[in-house]
């Protein structure tokens, strides 16, 4: 979340893709690892409190903080059918080699309403204890930030930041969501942050300063707090998530303008706009040649893509936080076959600079720099109120990618087996309450596209790979 107060939280009281299988098999087959069901669920006085003793995921791991309490890192398992890219895989296992302790400098945010607890890279100029001992001014150190540690705190939900991660893999990718998982701090440990925090920012009257004391405020009652605190009152738990570097603010999908208004802001801009035209996409760019249509369609895919995401994941706080990154989409002359590759380009006073070794090797292709949606900060959703339902953005939509449309359709056929509930309650820590707000967001999306997919008034146009020289349609259900 940007520095700004969150009015209108609503908080429930207290190298190319790779599908990913469990054990080889199908999904309802595959669920032994549950035999205890719920049990890493306790129930107390307030509300379920979590005990992670028998949450095991896809891997565990444990390190010892300097009082002798035992956090953990747990990568969660996965619903099969997922579209997860070798580097999800490696990140996962990267963000769980991050000790607090030992090889990561740690520090609180001071730039947003959400209290987060950034991992800092030590080098040569600052090492981990010179990073801890500093005030944790961090636009003043040349340190990278490599992840962020976030708590169900102000608009945050541990939740969403999980889902948004998995569910955006199983619909293929949607979004770029950045990897993310389960994470615990012994709370001594936080408590210094906290207190680091509320220092530096002593004097302050703003809501980032307000989000601050409210921790403080949860450290004298704890156990009135289980979304935040453990079962056994020694930890904070959250998600751990790769923090996106290099990307730019996608204005031109968000626009510019007052909070309160942005999501009636964002259906009136231009990109949604497309996506809501009932002109074909070549009668919208006048060509239907790909260097033509390419950023015109991937834009649509990736705005589409993310009105199902949202309304999906009950989000509340997209418009103002979607970013993008530049990447190249060319046509390989060997192949034929659509490729990508990252690009080091920057956007200076309106202009994109492209670096000379890049321009000689897009030569001769059929290539162009295409701005990627990246979907960074996905707290603000699951238990929150649903902003694209508001504004009905999806009951507007006329144009989407097939392959997302399909993989929805699987996707929420799923959700009426225990087995799927039982994923996301163990897995995602969802609530039940969490669980039965998406089966119901997705019914209601189902319901919505199936009857424009029927009706004809839905396209499928945005697949970029669709227009490339001698693409065949393949076939189509709405079903």
Request: charge should be positive; hydrophobic fraction near 35%; charged fraction near 25%.
């Amino acid at each position: 979340m940007n520095a700004r107060s969150c009015h209108a939280c609503k908080v429930r009281p207290e190298p190319g893709p790779v599908e990913i299988r469990t054990n080889g098999g199908h999904f309802m087959n595959n669920l032994k690892w549950i035999s205890l069901s719920l049990s890493y669920l306790l129930i107390s006085s307030t509300a379920m409190a979590f005990s992670f003793s028998h949450l095991q995921g896809e891997s565990r791991r444990e390190y010892r903080s300097p009082q002798g309490l035992a956090e953990l890192c747990v990568i969660p398992k996965k619903l099969p059918g997922g579209l997860y890219k070798n580097g999800d895989i490696e990140k996962e296992n990267e963000l769980c080699s991050y000790d607090f302790y030992t090889n990561m400098g740690i520090c609180p945010k001071y730039s947003s309403t959400n209290p987060a607890i950034l991992l800092l890279k030590p080098n040569a100029k600052y090492s981990k204890p010179a990073i801890d001992a500093s005030d944790c001014n961090v636009e003043k150190m040349d340190v990278k930030t490599e992840a962020k540690f976030k708590q169900s705190i102000t608009c945050s939900h541990t939740p969403s930041i999980l889902a948004y991660y998995q569910v955006s893999r199983l619909l293929g990718n949607v979004g770029r969501v950045p990897v993310a998982v389960i994470r615990t701090m012994d709370m001594r440990t936080h408590g210094k942050l906290v207190k680091k925090a509320n220092d530096f920012l002593a004097g302050i009257d703003d809501p980032i300063r307000a989000s601050w004391r409210r921790f403080a405020e949860y450290y004298r009652a704890p156990r009135l707090y289980p979304l935040v605190f453990d079962g056994t009152q020694s930890q904070i738990y959250g998600a751990l998530s790769d923090n996106v570097k290099n990307e730019e603010k996608y204005t031109e999908v968000s626009g510019v303008g007052d909070y309160d208004s942005r999501y009636q802001r964002f259906v009136r801009q231009r990109p949604f706009q497309l996506v809501a035209s009932s002109q074909s996409v070549p009668q919208i760019v006048g060509s239907s040649a790909f260097t033509a249509v390419a950023q015109t369609v991937l834009q649509m895919k990736d705005v589409s893509d993310m009105v199902v995401l949202d309304t999906l994941l009950n989000q509340q706080d997209r418009i103002g936080n979607i970013h993008y990154k530049f990447y190249w989409y060319f046509i390989n002359p060997q192949t034929g076959k659509l490729e990508r590759s990252k690009s080091d380009a920057k956007l200076s006073n309106g202009d994109i600079k492209v670096p000379e070794d890049e321009s000689k090797n897009m030569a001769g292709k059929s290539a162009v720099l295409l701005k990627e949606m990246v979907l960074k900060d996905n707290d603000c959703g699951v238990a929150k109120t649903n902003m694209m339902r508001q504004v009905s953005a999806l009951e507007k939509i006329r144009h989407m990618s097939y392959q997302t449309y399909r993989r929805f359709v699987d996707f929420e056929k799923t959700l009426a087996a225990p087995a799927t509930k039982d994923y996301f309650m163990i897995e995602m820590l969802f609530s039940p309450d969490d669980y039965k707000d998406m089966v119901k967001n997705a019914a209601f999306i189902k319901q919505v596209l199936t009857a424009k997919c029927q009706s004809g008034e839905l396209k499928f146009d945005v697949d970029i790979e669709n227009y490339i020289p001698g693409a065949t349609q393949p076939p189509r259900s709405c079903l």
